[in-house]
Protein backbone atom coordinates (compact mmCIF):
# COMPACT_ATOMS: atom_id res chain seq x y z
CA UNK A 1 0.00 0.00 0.00
CA UNK A 2 1.12 3.57 -0.82
CA UNK A 3 1.44 6.19 2.23
CA UNK A 4 0.88 9.56 1.20
CA UNK A 5 1.71 13.15 2.95
CA UNK A 6 -0.78 15.26 3.66
CA UNK A 7 -0.69 16.64 -0.21
CA UNK A 8 -1.11 13.93 -1.80
CA UNK A 9 1.87 13.19 -2.21
CA UNK A 10 3.40 9.22 -2.12
CA UNK A 11 6.40 9.02 0.43
CA UNK A 12 6.38 5.90 1.52
CA UNK A 13 4.92 2.16 0.81
CA UNK A 14 3.76 -0.61 3.17
CA UNK A 15 3.26 -4.13 2.75
CA UNK A 16 0.01 -5.61 4.35
CA UNK A 17 -0.44 -9.43 5.13
CA UNK A 18 -3.93 -10.64 4.54
CA UNK A 19 -3.57 -13.51 7.25
CA UNK A 20 -3.16 -10.51 9.90
CA UNK A 21 -6.55 -9.21 9.42
CA UNK A 22 -8.10 -12.57 9.39
CA UNK A 23 -6.72 -13.92 6.21
CA UNK A 24 -10.65 -13.89 4.44
CA UNK A 25 -13.65 -11.86 4.47
CA UNK A 26 -16.30 -13.48 6.73
CA UNK A 27 -19.34 -12.00 5.20
CA UNK A 28 -21.87 -13.78 7.36
CA UNK A 29 -20.49 -12.50 10.46
CA UNK A 30 -19.67 -8.97 9.11
CA UNK A 31 -23.39 -8.73 8.66
CA UNK A 32 -24.22 -10.28 12.35
CA UNK A 33 -22.11 -7.32 13.09
CA UNK A 34 -23.40 -4.66 11.16
CA UNK A 35 -27.36 -5.66 12.24
CA UNK A 36 -25.71 -5.89 16.07
CA UNK A 37 -24.73 -2.31 15.42
CA UNK A 38 -27.95 -1.00 14.28
CA UNK A 39 -30.10 -2.60 16.77
CA UNK A 40 -28.36 -0.52 18.91
CA UNK A 41 -28.68 2.69 17.72
CA UNK A 42 -32.59 1.96 18.50
CA UNK A 43 -33.76 4.34 21.01
CA UNK A 44 -36.94 2.02 21.15
CA UNK A 45 -39.21 4.13 23.39
CA UNK A 46 -42.24 4.93 21.10
CA UNK A 47 -45.15 4.28 22.78
CA UNK A 48 -49.18 4.66 22.69
CA UNK A 49 -51.55 4.38 25.06
CA UNK A 50 -53.96 0.87 24.87
CA UNK A 51 -57.39 0.70 26.27
CA UNK A 52 -56.67 0.24 29.80
CA UNK A 53 -54.63 3.50 29.75
CA UNK A 54 -56.94 5.60 28.38
CA UNK A 55 -59.41 7.72 30.74
CA UNK A 56 -62.51 6.47 31.01
CA UNK A 57 -65.78 3.89 32.24
CA UNK A 58 -65.71 0.23 31.50
CA UNK A 59 -69.15 0.16 31.79
CA UNK A 60 -71.37 -0.72 28.12
CA UNK A 61 -72.42 2.28 26.70
CA UNK A 62 -75.64 0.92 26.30
CA UNK A 63 -77.61 -2.57 25.95
CA UNK A 64 -76.90 -4.84 22.87
CA UNK A 65 -80.46 -5.51 21.77
CA UNK A 66 -82.92 -3.24 21.47
CA UNK A 67 -81.99 0.58 20.77
CA UNK A 68 -81.62 0.52 17.25
CA UNK A 69 -77.81 1.20 17.38
CA UNK A 70 -74.94 -0.87 16.42
CA UNK A 71 -73.81 -2.86 19.45
CA UNK A 72 -71.03 -1.22 20.90
CA UNK A 73 -68.60 -1.84 24.26
CA UNK A 74 -67.21 0.34 26.37
CA UNK A 75 -65.84 4.03 25.44
CA UNK A 76 -62.19 2.75 25.87
CA UNK A 77 -62.20 0.61 22.76
CA UNK A 78 -60.08 1.09 19.84
CA UNK A 79 -63.17 1.75 17.52
CA UNK A 80 -64.33 5.13 19.17
CA UNK A 81 -62.49 8.30 19.14
CA UNK A 82 -60.03 9.08 22.41
CA UNK A 83 -60.17 5.13 23.11
CA UNK A 84 -56.91 2.68 23.21
CA UNK A 85 -54.85 2.18 20.66
CA UNK A 86 -55.96 -1.66 19.49
CA UNK A 87 -52.29 -2.53 19.38
CA UNK A 88 -50.71 -0.56 21.10
CA UNK A 89 -47.08 0.14 21.17
CA UNK A 90 -44.93 -0.45 24.22
CA UNK A 91 -40.77 0.56 24.60
CA UNK A 92 -38.39 -1.99 24.15
CA UNK A 93 -35.11 -2.92 24.13
CA UNK A 94 -33.74 -3.38 20.43
CA UNK A 95 -30.25 -4.18 22.18
CA UNK A 96 -28.31 -6.86 20.96
CA UNK A 97 -24.84 -8.75 21.98
CA UNK A 98 -21.61 -10.55 20.52
CA UNK A 99 -18.58 -12.04 21.93
CA UNK A 100 -15.69 -10.24 21.83
CA UNK A 101 -13.64 -12.01 19.40
CA UNK A 102 -16.88 -12.51 17.03
CA UNK A 103 -16.74 -8.83 17.20
CA UNK A 104 -12.93 -8.38 16.49
CA UNK A 105 -13.36 -10.91 13.54
CA UNK A 106 -16.08 -8.80 12.07
CA UNK A 107 -13.83 -5.31 12.64
CA UNK A 108 -11.38 -6.89 11.00
CA UNK A 109 -13.00 -8.36 7.98
CA UNK A 110 -14.65 -4.94 7.62
CA UNK A 111 -11.26 -3.55 7.19
CA UNK A 112 -10.11 -6.08 5.00
CA UNK A 113 -13.03 -5.53 2.26
CA UNK A 114 -11.71 -2.05 1.83
CA UNK A 115 -8.52 -2.92 1.40
CA UNK A 116 -9.84 -5.42 -1.16
CA UNK A 117 -11.83 -2.96 -2.97
CA UNK A 118 -9.16 -0.02 -2.78
CA UNK A 119 -11.46 2.17 -0.13
CA UNK A 120 -8.42 2.69 2.44
CA UNK A 121 -5.84 5.88 2.41
CA UNK A 122 -3.31 5.58 4.57
CA UNK A 123 -1.80 8.56 5.31
CA UNK A 124 2.07 9.60 6.97
CA UNK A 125 0.15 11.84 9.97
CA UNK A 126 -2.63 14.15 10.49
CA UNK A 127 -1.11 17.06 13.30
CA UNK A 128 -3.54 19.65 13.56
CA UNK A 129 -1.73 22.60 16.63
CA UNK A 130 -5.64 24.01 16.89
CA UNK A 131 -8.95 23.41 15.13
CA UNK A 132 -9.70 24.52 11.24
CA UNK A 133 -11.97 22.60 9.45
CA UNK A 134 -10.69 24.05 5.85
CA UNK A 135 -7.74 22.73 6.43
CA UNK A 136 -8.97 19.31 6.83
CA UNK A 137 -10.88 19.84 3.99
CA UNK A 138 -8.20 20.81 1.94
CA UNK A 139 -6.62 17.53 3.05
CA UNK A 140 -9.32 15.56 2.26
CA UNK A 141 -9.37 16.84 -1.54
CA UNK A 142 -5.54 16.36 -1.83
CA UNK A 143 -5.99 12.25 -1.04
CA UNK A 144 -8.90 12.31 -3.42
CA UNK A 145 -11.94 11.87 -0.84
CA UNK A 146 -15.11 13.11 -2.36
CA UNK A 147 -17.59 10.55 -0.68
CA UNK A 148 -18.22 9.40 3.52
CA UNK A 149 -14.97 8.50 4.93
CA UNK A 150 -14.32 7.22 8.37
CA UNK A 151 -11.15 8.73 9.68
CA UNK A 152 -8.74 6.34 11.99
CA UNK A 153 -6.21 7.81 14.49
CA UNK A 154 -4.19 6.01 17.07
CA UNK A 155 -5.21 8.07 19.71
CA UNK A 156 -8.00 10.37 20.76
CA UNK A 157 -7.10 14.08 19.13
CA UNK A 158 -9.36 17.32 20.10
CA UNK A 159 -7.72 19.52 17.19
CA UNK A 160 -8.64 16.64 14.65
CA UNK A 161 -12.12 16.13 16.04
CA UNK A 162 -12.80 19.63 16.18
CA UNK A 163 -11.74 20.09 12.34
CA UNK A 164 -13.93 17.36 11.05
CA UNK A 165 -17.15 17.58 13.11
CA UNK A 166 -18.85 20.14 11.08
CA UNK A 167 -17.99 18.22 7.76
CA UNK A 168 -21.01 16.16 6.49
CA UNK A 169 -20.48 12.33 6.22
CA UNK A 170 -17.03 12.20 8.04
CA UNK A 171 -16.20 10.52 11.13
CA UNK A 172 -13.04 10.40 13.07
CA UNK A 173 -12.48 7.43 15.78
CA UNK A 174 -9.56 5.92 17.35
CA UNK A 175 -8.56 2.86 16.27
CA UNK A 176 -9.17 1.31 19.06
CA UNK A 177 -13.03 1.81 18.95
CA UNK A 178 -13.43 0.73 15.24
CA UNK A 179 -16.30 -1.68 14.08
CA UNK A 180 -17.51 -3.01 11.37
CA UNK A 181 -20.71 -1.29 11.84
CA UNK A 182 -19.49 1.98 11.34
CA UNK A 183 -16.55 0.91 8.79
CA UNK A 184 -18.91 0.00 6.64
CA UNK A 185 -20.96 2.98 6.80
CA UNK A 186 -18.45 4.83 5.13
CA UNK A 187 -17.36 4.36 1.82
CA UNK A 188 -13.88 5.50 2.54
CA UNK A 189 -11.71 5.41 5.55
CA UNK A 190 -8.56 6.95 5.70
CA UNK A 191 -6.25 5.67 7.90
CA UNK A 192 -2.31 7.01 9.48
CA UNK A 193 -0.08 5.45 9.34
CA UNK A 194 0.63 4.86 12.92
CA UNK A 195 -2.87 3.84 13.48
CA UNK A 196 -2.34 0.82 11.18
CA UNK A 197 0.52 -0.43 12.37
CA UNK A 198 -1.00 -0.77 15.64
CA UNK A 199 -4.02 -1.98 14.36
CA UNK A 200 -1.59 -4.92 12.51
CA UNK A 201 0.36 -5.28 15.88
CA UNK A 202 3.66 -3.94 14.84
CA UNK A 203 5.75 -1.24 15.98
CA UNK A 204 6.90 1.58 14.51
CA UNK A 205 9.66 -0.18 12.38
CA UNK A 206 7.24 -2.71 11.10
CA UNK A 207 8.04 -5.52 13.41
CA UNK A 208 5.54 -7.42 14.84
Do not use: W
Request: charged share 25%; glycine share 8%.
Amino acid sequence: MAVYNIDGKEVDSLKVDESALGGLVRYPLLKQAIVMCQANKRVGTAATKGRGMVVGSGRKLFRQKGTGFARVGNRRTGKRVGGGVTFAKVARNFHKRMPKKQRRLARDSAILAKLLSNNVVVVDALNFEKPHTNDFVSILSNLKIERSCLVAISSVDENLYKSARNIQRVSVMPVAQLNAGDICNHSKMLITYEALLSLLGRDETGQN
